[in-house]
């Protein structure tokens, strides 16, 4: 319960860093420049460093690392199907705000056994990127969250860059999956990643403002009056330009799949609502009697759908829901 707590009260601090922005409002400048935001040199070598580190259950599991564009090292798990043919999907997953590479790693497994290539990084500041006094997401710092989300955004490229240059990975056959946080930075990517054929997307707002002001969980209630005007304004006019919401609709042709809970207090069904209506088309929309954590029937549709879009091979049902939708 206080892990839940905790994951929910980070989010509710990046939530309010845009309390101030009206619903809807354009990002600074025009698309082509809100685009170059996220561009890099990708003829830049990735630097790969891995070791394998477990065997067996049909998977090759490895500790992974790549170069980052923005400077060090992206830590990663690749999890790779062993004994079959291959080529295989490839699917990049990316975790909540208080998550890790680790936290994805149950509902990964199930996915590198129907036949995937999994690429799990870590985000900017999380799992073993933590750095003292640093968070992706920080109120108070608003110039590092919105380099952190940019950062981020160009890492989940780079995975790409990775997936796409294995002789294992058919590059037609790539999927994104991204729960909370990464949900949102999903959106973002959806925009401007087209080799990424489908993108789901899990427990997401794309607009902060709208779940700050509108989020029934208590602990929102008590965030709220914690931050001064003059800060959340500061953040509001440096995160502007990376709001989900103005990427998700520049989507196609990926497609993409929403999938959240009524009952999720941290993303209130209004909010999650509108970033799905923002969303382009091809695009499939899923509602669960759950909160911020989705349950088994959440994962079932998901990877029916990833079969439909990626070609994976059906899954047996999980016997329990630890982990397969973070």
Not at 9 to 38: I, N, Q
Not at 51 to 70: C, H, N, Q, T, V
Request: a positive charge.
């Amino acid at each position: 319960m206080m892990r839940r707590y905790i994951r929910v009260g980070v989010w509710v601090c990046c939530a309010l860093a845009l309390a101030w922005v009206p619903a809807g409002a354009a990002p600074h400048g025009d698309r082509e420049k809100a685009l170059a935001l996220f561009a890099y040199d990708a003829g830049r070598p990735l630097a790969i460093r891995e070791k394998r580190i477990r065997k067996g259950d049909g998977i090759e599991e490895y500790d992974l690392s790549f170069a980052s564009p923005k400077g060090g090292r992206v830590s990663a798990y690749l999890l790779v199907p062993s004994g079959g043919k291959g080529p295989y999907a490839g699917i990049l997953l990316l975790h909540g705000a208080t998550g890790s590479r680790r936290s994805l790693l149950p509902g990964a497994r199930l996915l590198c056994r129907a036949g995937a290539v999994c690429l799990l990084p870590d985000a900017p500041f999380c799992g073993d990127r933590a750095e003292m006094g640093k968070r992706l997401v920080d109120i108070n710092k608003p110039e590092q969250m919105r380099a952190g989300v940019i950062q981020s955004v160009v890492e989940l490229r780079r995975g790409v860059d990775l997936l796409v240059a294995r002789p294992d990975v058919d590059r037609k056959r790539i999927a994104f999956i991204g729960s909370s946080l990464g949900g949102s930075i999903g959106g973002i990517l959806a925009g401007v990643e087209k080799r990424v054929a489908a993108y789901a997307l899990l427990v997401a707002s794309g607009s902060w403002h709208e779940a700050a002001m509108k989020s029934r969980h208590p602990l929102a209630r008590l965030a709220r009056p914690g931050a001064s005007k003059q800060t959340i304004e500061k953040a509001a006019t440096l995160l502007a330009d990376v709001d989900p919401i103005h990427y998700v609709g520049h989507a196609a042709p990926c497609a993409l799949l929403f999938q959240n809970g009524r009952r999720d207090t941290t993303v209130p069904a209004e909010c999650a609502q509108a970033y799905q209506d923002a969303g382009s088309q091809p695009k499939v929309c899923k509602w669960y009697p759950s909160g911020h954590e989705l349950d088994i029937d959440a994962f079932m549709e998901r990877a029916e759908w990833l079969h439909e879009k990626i070609g994976i091979q059906p899954i047996p049902r999980p016997t329990h829901n630890g982990g397969l939708n973070h």
